[in-house]
């Protein structure tokens, strides 16, 4: 008898596994508050009437679930409506849930709402400690719609608090959650298709954006989501606003505020209004937006948007600044900053401080304005640095975590094949009477085996394509970033070098040097991530040529000479006496030369640093020596690792950031070129590279005579007159005040036809400095072309922060001189020394390449 009731057991539950996990019975409740749910989305107002006149029905129910479903669905309608004491009651109703049945879901929920309570009141960081808290009980929440709010909710506050890697973690989560729901899959989509789109705006990602509107815009006309709607169209007002169609952005505004004003959704009229009145401070019409503002505070005010509100006070000060009316002015834009300083928002902040400075400075209140200039540039190097912490905390605790999760799964793996060896001892003593019986259970376990493997094949291919997407974001994002941010720091460079120059006062020399070596800190920086992002991506930075290795190694010693000698070190150049000539991407070489020099001088508190190169058999090998602080030897595996530092780099005050050996090792790769490190902990290090020689005709000659002529040059006086084109006013000022200092004639222009019209005024320049990338959408290549036409003994260069555009490809390709941002002003002074020389102005040629 036992055994029969085995055999029905173990059958039982083959058939359990077997089947697909299907809903309950509908619920006539339920499918009630999902229609509640989707009314919600077409207008929030008529939702929140329906839901609280059904109270008597919901609340009250029998079934956890549906209260818990009601009181979610009420709680959710009221946030768009602005109904705080809704909002409230929500969750102390869920929570009370929580504890009378125990239900963790319910908890979840109340949290999430909470969260979100937290967030729009400007605490972003209390409502994200809250949702941490929390993360054990979400994953282990039976209901997945449950889940998937958690998810959706940490993403969107992430990405309020500009974490957007881990936001997007957490919306692609939602995203995949919600095509899994039993009910509300499409509604759940399309929020979460929402919140992605406005994450790859943040991200500096327009066109991103853009796309993801359009694709979410059927599904949200499909399903008559007006709430949905109106979100969308606002954020296709911001992307067309950013991209400068203006009067389109408009227009998606005042759409977005028509859904609105219809649907009584409060915090989307509130934000339709502030965008507006933003369209009409950029179009300095400060009297028409004076009403717009005051109604968007009101606006925010009412759905308790209290960050919203601060940002709007803000833009209202600037529109009476705008008017003249300074005091008042100035009084609610430092209401609003204060606002946000104390809610922990340091970007808004940081951006507020920018634009106020501005305003100051179009007042014509100079001492103000370099006093929140100050304060901007002080608040943005604390975001600067808050974020490489943050960037490398988490890097660290995702590799934990993966290493933690690798050894479970082992381990897990071990115990299941123990466990099998035991079942098939077990079964081979049951003898004959048990066969069918048998028969049963290894088919049961057979079959579990197999979908439990199946899952795990699943979830793993579902993980890498999650990385490779996380991947390709990272890069994404790093590359945009550092384009974005190389014009305020090429500007900042220019201005630290005029100020380094007109500076008389002693007591400010050490801090203006300070000023530079932060600054040429943050320019390597930006350089060291664009190359690994690019490198790791697999993006080629050149093609091989023949390189003259001698002429090569000593540009870069001449580049980091200055720098050694402020360090009181020694940095000798070691050549052989006939040509080295390797075979090499230029580029990559250059770069993986330099970081190993720099990385010499960085990390050698004393003493000298010796590059040399030697041949090996058919190859040259390249050494940079030291005598620093070297390297110990359990240590010396990983420094090629990027964000890698040893323990006694982190003690040093001008230790990097853990990138520059890195982008060594992947330069190597891609050149093929073997390379290491010897070294000792306290006795100096020795890198090596080892590159192919290439036989070339012997070109290196002349170089010790050209090197002397040109650092002749460089010792002497600038005199001439430059042309400089750059539409960025920032930009501008910082030329002229470097160019004063320099003691250079200059002439500056916003447009090809404002350059053009200096010319005709009889402006006739030595050389001409072109901005790439113009806000007019003229090629800065042709314009150069251009002007070089119509002066034939002008020299002229491209200024660029792009490095892969095809322009500028081309302009190379020509022998045009292409400068990067953030411009190195001792390479600039090289080159306007040489160009300004006496010997070589107004010398009719023609072409017009950098020699």
């Known amino acids: 008898m036992r055994l029969v009731r085995a055999v029905v057991l173990v059958a039982a539950l083959c058939l359990q596994t077997a089947l697909p996990v299907r809903a309950q019975a509908l619920n006539p409740d339920l499918a009630e508050l999902d229609r509640l749910q989707n009314l919600s989305q077409r207008n929030s107002a008529e939702a929140v009437q329906a839901l609280q006149a059904a109270a008597a029905r919901f609340a009250n129910a029998a079934d956890a679930a549906t209260r818990r479903t009601y ?16 909002v409230t009651e929500g969750i102390a109703q869920l929570k009370a849930l929580a504890a009378a049945q125990k239900d963790p879901s319910s908890q979840v929920l109340a949290v999430c709402f909470e969260a979100r309570q937290l967030a729009v009141a400007g605490k972003t960081r209390a409502g994200l400690a809250a949702l941490a808290r929390e993360a054990a009980a979400a994953e282990r929440a039976p209901d997945p719609w449950v889940r998937w709010l958690y998810h959706l909710t940490l993403g969107a506050l992430h990405s309020g608090n500009g974490q957007f890697e881990t936001a997007m973690t957490h919306l692609l989560r939602s995203l995949e959650l919600s095509r899994t729901l039993p009910r509300q899959a499409a509604t759940s989509e399309l929020r979460s298709r929402t919140h992605l789109e406005l994450l790859h705006f943040d991200m500096k990602n327009p066109d991103r954006a853009l796309q993801t509107i359009r694709e979410t815009l059927p599904l949200a006309e499909k399903l008559d989501a007006r709430q949905a709607l109106g979100w969308l169209h606002l954020h296709r007002g911001n992307v067309e606003n950013v991209q400068g169609n203006l009067d389109t952005a408009v227009a998606a505004y005042r759409q977005s505020l028509q859904i609105a004003r219809a649907g009584g959704l409060t915090g989307l009229q509130a934000t339709a209004l502030n965008n507006l009145g933003d369209v009409l401070l950029q179009r300095k019409a400060y009297p028409a937006a004076e009403p717009v503002m005051r109604e968007a505070m009101a606006a925010y005010r009412d759905a308790h948007e209290l960050n919203g509100a601060a940002m709007a006070q803000a833009n209202l000060g600037f529109a009476l600044m705008g008017q003249g009316r300074i005091p008042a002015g100035v009084h609610e834009v430092e209401a609003g900053i204060r606002f946000v300083h104390e809610a922990g928002s340091l970007p808004m902040e940081e951006q507020l401080l920018g634009e106020l400075s501005r305003m100051y400075e179009q007042a014509g209140l100079y001492r103000e304005a370099m006093a929140t200039t100050r304060k901007q540039q002080a608040l943005a190097k604390e975001l600067f640095h808050t974020e490489r912490d943050q960037a490398v905390t988490t890097l660290q605790e995702r590799f934990d975590s993966a290493e933690r999760q690798r050894q479970i799964e082992q381990l897990a793996q071990a115990n299941r094949v123990q466990d099998a060896e035991l079942r098939v001892r077990r079964m081979q003593q049951i003898g004959l009477a048990a066969a069918v019986a048998l028969a049963l259970l290894a088919a049961g376990a057979s079959f579990w085996l197999y979908r439990r493997t199946r899952t795990a094949n699943e979830a793993l291919a579902a993980a890498r394509r999650q990385a490779e997407g996380a991947l390709t974001e990272k890069n994404l994002f790093i590359a945009t970033a550092s384009h974005d941010l190389r014009q305020p720091v090429h500007a900042m460079s220019l201005m630290v070098e005029a100020i380094n120059l007109r500076n008389t006062d002693p007591v400010l020399r050490p801090l203006v040097a300070d000023l530079r070596t932060s600054m040429q800190a943050m320019s390597q920086l930006f350089n060291a991530l664009l190359d690994l992002s690019r490198l ?15 002429a090569l190694l000593a540009d870069v010693v001449r580049l980091f000479r200055e720098q050694a000698s402020l360090g ?9 006496r006939r040509g080295a000539t390797v075979w090499a991407e230029p580029v990559l070489l250059r770069q993986a030369l330099a970081n190993l020099v720099q990385n010499a001088i960085r990390y050698t508190p004393q003493g000298k640093v010796l590059v040399s190169a030697r041949a090996r058999g058919g190859d040259w090998l390249v050494e940079v020596r030291d005598t620093g602080i070297g390297i110990a030897p359990a240590d010396q595996a990983r420094v090629f690792s990027p964000y890698y530092r040893g323990a006694r780099a982190d003690q040093m005050d001008e230790a990097g950031h853990g990138l520059g050996l890195a982008v060594v090792a992947r330069c190597a790769e891609q050149l093929g070129a073997a390379y290491g490190v010897r070294s000792l902990a306290g006795q100096g290090s020795r890198f090596w590279l080892r590159l192919p020689a290439h036989v070339a005709p012997d070109a290196g000659a002349s170089t010790a005579p050209a090197t002397a002529h040109r650092q002749s040059i460089v010792d002497r006086p600038l005199q001439g007159q430059c042309l400089v084109l750059d539409d960025d006013s920032q930009v501008l000022k910082a030329w002229r005040a470097m160019l004063e200092a320099w003691g250079v004639t200059a002439a500056y222009a916003t447009t090809g036809a404002e350059a053009h019209g200096r010319l005709d005024e009889g402006l006739v320049p030595d050389a001409i400095f072109c901005d790439q990338r113009l806000c007019s959408g003229e090629s800065g290549f042709d314009i150069l072309r251009t002007l070089l036409a119509r002066c034939p003994a002008a020299r002229g260069a491209m200024v660029s922060g792009e490095f892969d555009a095809p322009a500028l490809r081309d302009a190379e390709d020509e022998g045009y001189l292409v400068l990067r941002k953030p411009v190195n002003p001792a390479e600039l002074h090289a080159v306007l020394a040489q160009w300004l020389a006496p010997s070589n102005r107004r010398q009719d040629q023609s072409a017009v390449p950098f020699p």
């Open 568 to 576: 009181g070190l020694t940095l000798r150049l070691r050549l052989p």
């Open 536 to 550: 790791e991506s697999g993006q080629p930075l050149g093609h091989k040529a023949a390189v003259d290795l001698g």
């Open 71 to 86: 009181l979610a669905a009420l709680t959710d309608a009221a946030f768009e409506t602005g109904q705080t004491t809704v």
